[in-house]
């Protein structure tokens, strides 16, 4: 078959739908988002039915993929590595749960039943990391939290295993009845190569799971499916030992031994290709970790470098505390430097080979951060709000995750927060609570419904004096324009929670109605409780799109 | 044959198109590919870049290596200019010369069109001119692939046929216009 130039993300996509996916569910997030809108936009997924869903948020969309998988369907959640943490109790307790089947029987009869059963749902969880933060607030590593559910994680160093590991995560997922983590880093989403595809598998017709309180994690139950999850562990070990994604190379220099992870893996073959060296390495792409190979490579190696593009996981393990066995080498010790992504020339410093560099850059270089568009509605709602604060003192803005972020920078400097989704409006109350009053939250309509609809009852709960802008362009601008949860229905949810409606403004951001969008703000400011005042008007970036897609459609007439 | 290009630019300026013209030919050739690309918050006029890698070889890295890249392909003169680190030895460094400025500390452009002239490769083209004259202007992008195409290892004719593919959809007026605009970069002369 004819190779396709696919971005990793991509890979990932196809992989799954020629696996017989089922169901993809997700919140759209930078590494991760573009997962989805292939399933969204692929003509295999429409014609065989493969349901795709922008979900609320993250927990939800792990929450419908398990539900999928306890159906007995395949199915699979995406989302960036900050939206693993939302979704983390779903997550963690779905180890627990199994993906369906029988997970209360010890591992060889669960392979039995698994035969018999012939239909169980896999659940395959993807986690785009983001080390150097590109677009993200950290650059956590989630490979930890797969090691905390123990469960099996794939992590791909090129396109082609991105596609073969999740075309294979979900035979995997059936075999042990366990979800599935899948593991990339920013460059591997965002990187496109060829990918050669394998024959498309049909979907499971899908069936409930055959111990009914399987998904019931009562205490009782609960702790018998964990003790089974503990002893499917080693059978896991196993798989990883045998694994074709994890190859031992041997090599006749042995001062040295190299452990290399995933994306890792190729910047130390880029550095290698063409030379004279030949030290044992270690390409690890699968999880648990495989005990028999790490022990030889530490065993026959006088000293060993870990790469790893994310935190120093396998790295601090092998050290242990005490740092008294095999010589370790990496971002522990400065080899590797201890945060940000991987580089081909990080890795050939690590190697001790000679770096390389072009001219430096010209002093009078000056940085070009990313701003808001010209004609965004933002611009003109930070004019409006700014021009209102004048009155107060500074830093009682708390803001949140998206374009309107962007506030923070100059000339702006609207913002005095931004820390997870939904946190504007439960800070802002936390700040009105210790007197900081009125404070001022900013977030976004689809920010809104992700995570900050249980803040603002929590507001109204306490009747805080909190004033709650709602940026409303209608679309989950930051990531490219998907669907947002709640359009056309901001006000009523606002008013369900039980804001008083006439404390609930629309004002339409424009240059030209600065002047009432200020007194509208203003009389809100004057008043002690909860308001939430919605500037609503079209993202520019999407308004562009579908006058372009008018003109094109006209054009073609 | 290994090509590596360091694409830059502001985002929303449509560095890609470059790259999917360059790397549909590169498929055609049976070249090896690997292209990674910024989505995300810098697309919001931030600098963007695009690491367009082609070889006959496996390729490994997603990223060149600091200090080997072949070419800068850039359609914005200061943006050319924050890549240099990259640049290898005898590598060659294409630009336009028309400033895209939303930042209010802009360096003066000719201290910015100083430092390209002094580079020992380079080919600064008012492309965004130029493609106003052929009566296109939004295919400067195109100018600057024609001044970059000598540089490639690719031919000629791959590049146009790579044109003509990519732009089939949008009709026959577009296709001419991109072409025309190409040959134009390719045609330039200091």
């Known amino acids: 078959m004819e190779k396709q130039l696919l971005l990793g993300d991509e890979a990932i996509a196809q992989g799954a739908l020629d696996a017989g996916l089922s169901g993809i569910y997700a919140y759209p997030g930078t590494p991760s988002t573009e997962i989805t809108e292939y399933v969204e936009h692929s003509r295999q997924a429409r014609e065989t039915g493969v349901k795709y869903s922008w979900a609320a948020n993250e927990k939800t969309a792990m929450e419908g993929a398990i539900g999928m998988s306890y159906a007995g369907k395949r199915a699979m959640t995406c989302m960036k590595h900050v939206g693993l943490n939302v979704a983390a109790d779903a997550f963690i307790n779905a180890a627990i749960t199994g993906a369906n089947g029988a997970l209360v029987v010890v591992a060889a009869d669960a392979f039995i039943n698994a035969a018999i059963t012939g239909a169980n749902g896999a659940l395959v969880v993807v986690a785009a990391d983001d080390p150097s933060m590109h677009s993200s607030q950290n650059e956590q590593d989630s490979r930890f939290y797969g090691k905390f559910a123990l469960v099996p994680i794939f992590e791909p160093s090129n396109q082609q295993e991105a596609y073969d590991m999740t075309y294979d995560a979900f035979a995997f997922s059936e075999k042990y009845k366990l979800p599935v983590m899948i593991r990339i880093t920013t460059r591997l989403a965002h990187s496109r190569a060829g990918v050669a595809r394998r024959p498309a598998l049909p979907q499971r017709k899908g069936n409930l799971p055959e111990d009914m309180r399987q998904f019931v994690l009562l205490p009782a139950i609960a702790r018998r499916r964990y003790k089974q999850l503990l002893k499917t562990h080693y059978d896991l070990v196993a798989e990883s030992e045998k694994s074709s994604y994890n190859l031992y190379f041997e090599g006749k220099d042995k001062s040295k031994g190299i452990i290399a992870c995933g994306l890792a893996y190729n910047y130390l073959m880029e550095n290698l290709a063409g030379k004279d060296v030949s030290y044992p390495i270690l390409k690890i792409s699968q999880y648990p970790i495989p005990r028999k190979m790490i022990e030889k490579i530490c065993s026959d190696c006088k000293e060993i470098l870990i790469l790893e593009d994310g935190y120093p996981m396998i790295e601090e393990l092998l050290r242990g505390y005490l740092n008294t066995g095999v010589t370790i080498h990496g971002r522990m010790d400065g080899t590797i430097p201890r945060d940000g992504e991987l580089n081909p020339n990080i890795v050939a410093v690590g190697l001790g080979f000679p770096d390389t560099r072009g001219p430096e850059v010209p002093d009078f270089m000056v940085g070009r951060p990313p701003s808001l568009c010209a004609g965004c509605p933002h611009i003109d709602t930070y004019v409006a709000l700014l021009e209102t604060l004048e009155q107060y003192s500074k830093g009682r803005v708390f803001s949140d995750i998206g374009c309107y972020t962007l506030g923070a920078l100059a000339p702006f400097e609207a913002i005095n927060s931004c820390v997870d989704m939904g946190a504007s409006i439960t800070m802002a109350k936390g700040a009105a609570d210790a007197g900081l009053t009125p404070a001022i939250a900013v977030i976004g309509d689809s920010t809104f419904t992700h995570s900050g609809i249980t803040g603002l009852l929590d507001a109204v709960n306490d009747k805080a004096n909190v004033k709650v802008f709602i940026l409303d362009n209608g679309t989950t601008a930051m990531t490219g324009g998907q669907k947002s949860a709640a359009t056309g229905r901001i006000e009523s949810i606002c008013a369900g929670v039980g804001v008083d409606p006439a404390h609930i403004r629309v004002i339409k951001p424009l240059r030209k109605n600065r002047e009432e969008n200020v007194r509208i703000i203003n009389e809100e400011l004057a008043y002690d409780g909860v308001s939430v005042i919605i500037p609503r008007r079209e993202c520019v970036v999407e308004l562009n799109k579908k006058m372009r897609a008018k003109f094109a459609g006209k054009s073609n007439e | ?190």
Do not use: C
């Open chain 2, 1 to 190: 044959m290994k090509k590596d290009i360091i694409l830059a630019g502001v985002g929303g300026q449509g560095i890609i198109s470059i790259a999917t013209v360059i790397g549909y030919a590169a498929i055609d050739m049976g070249l090896h590919l690997k292209q990674s690309e910024v989505h995300g918050m810098s697309q919001r006029g931030g600098d963007v870049q695009s690491n367009l890698r082609l070889s006959d070889k496996v390729i490994h890295s997603d990223l060149i290596p600091f200090g080997q890249a072949d070419i800068i392909i850039s359609v914005e003169p200061l943006e050319s200019l924050r890549y240099l680190p990259m640049l290898g030895p005898n590598a060659w460094l294409i630009t336009s010369i028309t400033p895209f400025k939303n930042i209010p500390n802009y360096p003066p452009i000719e201290t910015i069109l100083d430092k390209i002239r002094s580079l020992p490769n380079h080919v600064a083209l008012d492309a965004e001119g130029m493609a106003k004259d052929l009566g296109s202007p939004k295919s400067a992008n195109m100018v600057i692939l024609g001044a970059a195409s000598p540089f490639l290892e690719i031919p000629y004719e791959k590049l146009q046929q790579a044109i003509r593919a990519i732009f089939a959809k949008k009709g026959t007026e577009i296709i001419e216009a991109n072409l025309k605009a190409l040959q134009a970069g390719r045609d330039f002369k200091e």
